[in-house]
């Protein structure tokens, strides 16, 4: 059974910093595209930062240069380093594992985290 467990999401203040953490399960971690996506109230959820199996990174416009993606294959976690966090970044982070092959997509989803940056 696949798991992806988030953690680390809460309440700061504009300006502060959260580390999210998502523990994989089930899945030969090392081989899956690791990414996080935010969901605002009344919005479309929306890419944040992926990392490659092979550790390229990618991240959206709004967070380069605040958040940093990271993952470590030893623990099966996926990490995001999110500083000088701002109200426009509240939301819920869910982390996504997926993988391709010829024949097939394994596509898995863990059930989010709120974050909530407000004064």
């Known amino acids: 059974q696949v798991q992806l467990v988030e953690s680390g999401g809460g309440l700061v203040q504009p300006g502060g910093s959260l580390r999210l953490s998502c523990a994989a399960s089930?899945?030969?971690?090392?081989?899956?595209?690791m990414g996080w996506y935010r969901q605002a109230p009344g919005k479309q959820r929306e890419l944040v930062a992926i990392?490659?199996?092979?550790?390229?990174?990618n991240s959206a416009d709004s967070v380069k240069d605040r958040f940093t993606i990271s993952r470590d294959n030893a623990k099966n976690t996926v990490y995001l380093q999110m500083n000088s966090l701002k109200p426009d970044d509240t939301a819920v982070y869910y982390c996504?594992?997926?993988?391709?092959?010829?024949?097939?997509?394994?596509?898995?989803w863990g059930q989010g985290t709120q974050v909530t940056v407000s004064s």
């Open positions: 996504n594992a997926v993988r391709h092959t010829t024949s097939y997509e394994f596509d898995y």
């Open positions: 089930g899945i030969i971690f090392s081989m899956y595209t």
């Open positions: 990392i490659s199996s092979g550790g390229r990174t």
